[in-house]
């Protein structure tokens, strides 16, 4: 089956740690995107990939980090420099890169800071 | 700061009735639109795009865009219980970066 995978599922951390959550896809996309969700909130897009090696920064980058080694991963670090790390962070890939396609994500992963 | 305005809700439907839900946005250089469904601690699945003015029909979903008016809608007919869940109407614009609303809550009441 073709699909996003994003892991872990529910992710618990102590303030002041970095965490990196994982993103994988085996739908051949050449782009791959990381959003934030908060509780009332429009998705807010975070960074994005148009192809490997390659990233920019989306709406809300301080305080996090990618990077796009492989075209099938795209790994999201949250650093201790992220003022609200607690949200909802989905991944979600195109086939390619521009508004006119199609971007499908996945399950996402909470992640709760305290 | 290009917007994407959509009704909150919560928009109550009776099971088998058209569910209608709109979405207007703030430029006219809006090119994509796209409806994604967010059940409740869920991610976003994509339901529609549409690209140019006119209907696009899928099954029981209908979405119209009027760029004129600058206003998109989704229809859903023969609404189910299992339709129940947030809309999120997006719009692209340009570059690579995709614009979200904030979702309106449809309720089907059995």
């Known amino acids: 089956d073709g699909g996003i995978t994003q892991s872990p599922k529910y992710l618990f951390r102590k303030e002041g740690q970095n965490v990196t959550l994982s993103c994988e896809q085996n739908?051949?996309?050449?782009?791959m995107y990381w959003y934030r969700q908060d509780p009332g909130q429009g998705l807010r897009l975070i960074y994005y990939?148009?192809?490997?090696?390659?990233?920019q920064k989306g709406d809300i980058a301080e305080g996090y980090s990618v990077s796009r080694e492989k075209k099938e991963s795209f790994p999201l670090t949250v650093t201790s420099a992220q003022k609200n790390p607690t949200a909802f962070y989905l991944c979600?890939?195109?086939?390619?890169?521009?508004?006119?396609?199609?971007?499908?994500f996945g399950p996402g992963t909470r992640l709760t800071v305290t | 700061q290009k917007e994407v305005e959509q009704n909150s809700g919560p928009l109550s439907v009776p099971e088998g009735a058209i569910a209608s839900l709109n979405c207007t946005y703030s430029?006219?250089?809006?090119?994509?639109f796209f409806w994604y469904r967010q059940y409740s601690g869920k991610s976003p699945e994509l339901i529609m795009s549409?690209?140019?003015?006119g209907d696009k029909e899928d099954g029981r979903f209908t979405a119209q865009l009027n760029k004129a008016s600058q206003y998109v809608s989704l229809l859903i007919r023969d609404s189910q219980p299992s339709d129940s869940a947030t809309y999120l109407c997006?719009?692209?614009?340009?570059?690579?970066?995709?614009?979200f609303g904030k979702g309106t809550k449809l309720s089907v009441i059995p």
């Open positions: 990939s148009q192809i490997v090696n390659d990233f």
């Open positions: 739908l051949n996309h050449d782009a």
């Open positions: 979600a890939s195109s086939i390619g890169a521009g508004t006119f396609y199609e971007q499908y």
């Open positions: 549409i690209y140019s003015n």
């Open positions: 997006v719009r692209g614009a340009g570059s690579y970066q995709l614009t």
């Open positions: 430029d006219r250089v809006s090119q994509s």
